[in-house]
């Protein structure tokens, strides 16, 4: 056991050396300059359970191909670990996205790797599953000009950075519990922001039952509570408990009340329900937390960055889109946030991220929160309150960083609004969600032959359109993602909504050729 100790303890000094090294390489990183190997290893290092409630989430490993962007820069080289191979059309796909930069160039600097291994874990526990893999990983690296990027940072993540020897560029997993939703509302309550009550953690039925009963108590007036799994993502660990029907019942008679309708509960999961998620309290915990009333209400969120020396910037603001039984669930998002009360978010966004940065963490962070107009239509006031920190990156990170790379802009906290190069504000509407029956048996291929025929794809002269991800899942589940980008909020909508109609109306029945040759689908080059 001293020799694990030990162990243990070697292996955080080694990391937090590793990660020293960022503090000389990051402002290249930003700025897309340097000459840098960049790992991306996109895994959803998430708990297993969770993420079967999401169709196609093996499939959410190409939500970050838009690193492919950064080959932009001539001298960068970008090595790419999915769980099983990409379709070679969605890698020429991004690469055509390069602007200046010759298709060829850029396809030289991408190394991709697979393990071959649909299996429902993680991606980097499959890596590290391969030793040889991880040798192969290794020799394609130079090591002092290499770093490696994730959407979020585990043990397992940390453990093959030290096994590569090159710094991740994300937070120590021993920062992890800052990102739950307890350690969240920690958070707030040392930064005195405005915030739902809510319980201390807890880890059995009971004694979440009796925490409920207790915030009821605090809050009168409470009609519903939100009872949260406290590492759960996207809202798919939430459950709204209806306090209305009970509320005649006397205090002694509200504590059995309330554990017997834990089963009548509204689960934002899909297929969920009281068996699953109560086999859940024990292994992750659970809060119960007021729920926000209001019949104008929003869920906007701020996105962050702290850098390796322990400045914290704003990145984003946006006002997700959600959905499920009670809004619960991460749909996508519009950029930016709404202007009555997105530098508001900012000020949050920094007071939360120096807090974060005092307790060592470095690079992506978001905060999402719920907005009530208590005003009216003449004079609104919005009253925000800190919902829960993401300590990793989420699904306002692929849209936003796909419209930084694709336009070299800059975010202006001023205003709030991000720039292109041509001083242009952009706006965009995003999801991983576009998901229909109709779309099912939908090819990379096809999709492509679709975009291109309807001039869907973005343009780099305008800087407009749609940029696609999540083509994987298309065939299987029917879903795609995208990120629709104009210049004016109603602009970025109408090109959203045209994508929608278009693949509505080829999948509408019916024979439709997506634009393959008509004397040869096959083959236009006399193939077999």
């Given at each position: 056991?001293?020799?694990?100790?030990?162990?243990?303890?070697?292996?955080g000094?080694?990391?937090?050396?590793?990660?020293g090294?960022?503090?000389?390489?990051?402002?290249q990183?930003?700025?897309?300059?340097?000459?840098?190997?960049i790992?991306v290893i996109?895994?959803?290092t998430?708990?297993r359970?969770?993420?079967e409630k999401?169709?196609?989430?093996?499939?959410?490993?190409e939500?970050?191909?838009?690193?492919?962007?950064?080959?932009?820069?001539?001298?960068?080289?970008?090595?790419?670990?999915?769980?099983?191979?990409?379709h070679?059309?969605?890698?020429?796909?991004?690469?055509?996205?390069?602007?200046?930069?010759?298709?060829?160039?850029?396809?030289?600097?991408?190394?991709?790797?697979?393990?071959?291994d649909?299996?429902?874990v993680s991606?980097?526990?499959k890596?590290l599953e391969?030793?040889?893999?991880?040798?192969?990983i290794?020799?394609a690296?130079?090591?002092?000009?290499?770093?490696?990027?994730?959407?979020?940072s585990?043990?397992?993540?940390?453990?093959?950075?030290?096994r590569?020897?090159?710094?991740?560029w994300?937070?120590?997993?021993?920062?992890l519990?800052?990102?739950t939703?307890s350690?969240?509302?920690?958070?707030?309550?040392?930064c005195?922001?405005?915030r739902?009550?809510?319980?201390?953690?807890?880890?059995?039925?009971?004694d979440?039952?009796?925490?409920?009963?207790?915030?009821?108590?605090?809050?009168p007036?409470?009609?519903?509570?939100?009872?949260?799994?406290n590492?759960?993502?996207?809202?798919?660990g939430?459950?709204v408990?209806?306090l209305?029907?009970?509320?005649?019942?006397?205090?002694?008679e509200r504590l059995?009340?309330v554990?017997?309708?834990?089963?009548?509960?509204?689960?934002?999961?899909?297929g969920?329900?009281w068996?699953?998620?109560?086999?859940r309290i024990?292994?992750?915990?659970a809060i119960?937390?007021?729920?926000?009333?209001?019949?104008?209400?929003?869920?906007?969120?701020?996105?962050?960055?702290?850098?390796?020396?322990g400045?914290?910037?704003?990145?984003?603001?946006?006002?997700?889109?959600?959905?499920?039984?009670?809004?619960?669930?991460?749909?996508?998002?519009?950029?930016?946030?709404?202007?009555?009360y997105?530098?508001?978010?900012?000020?949050?966004?920094?007071?939360?991220?120096?807090?974060?940065?005092e307790?060592?963490?470095?690079?992506r962070f978001?905060?999402?929160?719920?907005?009530?107009?208590?005003?009216?239509?003449?004079?609104?006031?919005?009253?925000?309150y800190?919902?829960?920190?993401?300590?990793?990156?989420?699904?306002?990170?692929?849209p936003?960083?796909?419209?930084?790379?694709?336009t070299?802009?800059r975010?202006?906290?001023?205003?709030?609004?991000?720039?292109?190069?041509?001083?242009?504000?952009?706006?965009?509407?995003?999801?991983?969600?576009?998901?229909?029956d109709?779309?099912?048996?939908?090819?990379?291929?096809d999709?492509?032959?679709i975009?291109?025929?309807?001039?869907?794809?973005?343009?780099?002269?305008?800087?407009?359109g749609?940029?696609?991800?999540l083509?994987g899942?298309l065939?299987?589940?029917?879903k795609?993602?995208?990120t629709?980008?104009g210049n004016?909020?109603?602009?970025?909508?109408?090109?959203?909504?045209?994508?929608?109609?278009?693949?509505?109306?080829?999948?509408s029945?019916?024979?439709?050729?997506?634009g393959?040759?008509p004397t040869n689908?096959?083959?236009?080059?006399?193939?077999?």
């Amino acid at each position: 056991m001293q020799e694990l100790k030990n162990s243990d303890k070697e292996k955080g000094l080694l990391f937090r050396e590793l990660q020293g090294q960022l503090r000389d390489r990051w402002q290249q990183i930003d700025l897309l300059q340097g000459d840098n190997d960049i790992l991306v290893i996109p895994s959803l290092t998430l708990d297993r359970r969770e993420l079967e409630k999401i169709d196609g989430a093996n499939n959410y490993e190409e939500r970050h191909l838009f690193s492919l962007i950064r080959l932009r820069n001539p001298r960068t080289r970008l090595i790419y670990i999915t769980s099983e191979p990409l379709h070679p059309s969605i890698i020429d796909y991004y690469l055509q996205l390069l602007p200046g930069i010759p298709f060829s160039h850029a396809r030289d600097r991408l190394l991709l790797f697979s393990t071959y291994d649909s299996s429902s874990v993680s991606l980097t526990q499959k890596i590290l599953e391969r030793p040889r893999l991880i040798e192969r990983i290794r020799q394609a690296l130079r090591p002092d000009k290499s770093y490696m990027i994730c959407f979020n940072s585990t043990p397992l993540e940390k453990e093959l950075s030290l096994r590569l020897g090159i710094p991740l560029w994300a937070a120590d997993p021993d920062l992890l519990q800052w990102g739950t939703k307890s350690g969240s509302r920690q958070i707030f309550a040392e930064c005195d922001i405005a915030r739902p009550d809510g319980s201390e953690l807890v880890w059995n039925a009971e004694d979440l039952a009796e925490a409920t009963v207790e915030l009821w108590g605090r809050k009168p007036q409470l009609q519903r509570a939100v009872i949260k799994l406290n590492e759960g993502f996207s809202g798919e660990g939430n459950a709204v408990l209806d306090l209305r029907p009970l509320q005649d019942l006397t205090i002694g008679e509200r504590l059995k009340a309330v554990r017997e309708n834990f089963s009548k509960m509204n689960f934002q999961g899909a297929g969920e329900n009281w068996e699953k998620f109560g086999s859940r309290i024990g292994e992750l915990g659970a809060i119960a937390e007021e729920f926000i009333e209001g019949d104008k209400k929003r869920s906007p969120s701020v996105q962050g960055r702290i850098t390796p020396d322990g400045q914290v910037q704003i990145i984003s603001t946006h006002d997700q889109i959600l959905g499920g039984a009670d809004e619960q669930i991460f749909l996508g998002c519009r950029f930016p946030a709404d202007e009555k009360y997105r530098l508001y978010l900012q000020d949050m966004g920094i007071q939360i991220g120096k807090n974060l940065a005092e307790k060592g963490a470095i690079e992506r962070f978001a905060v999402d929160f719920v907005s009530v107009n208590t005003g009216d239509e003449s004079n609104p006031k919005w009253d925000s309150y800190a919902i829960e920190i993401n300590l990793r990156r989420g699904g306002t990170t692929h849209p936003l960083m796909t419209l930084k790379l694709l336009t070299n802009g800059r975010y202006e906290t001023s205003t709030g609004l991000f720039y292109s190069q041509q001083g242009r504000a952009k706006y965009y509407k995003a999801t991983d969600n576009l998901q229909k029956d109709r779309y099912r048996g939908l090819l990379p291929n096809d999709l492509m032959d679709i975009i291109a025929g309807e001039r869907l794809h973005f343009d780099t002269s305008t800087e407009t359109g749609t940029v696609f991800h999540l083509m994987g899942s298309l065939s299987q589940y029917g879903k795609l993602g995208l990120t629709s980008i104009g210049n004016s909020p109603q602009q970025a909508e109408d090109i959203y909504q045209k994508v929608v109609n278009v693949l509505d109306n080829e999948t509408s029945g019916g024979e439709k050729s997506w634009g393959l040759h008509p004397t040869n689908p096959i083959s236009w080059n006399g193939g077999d």
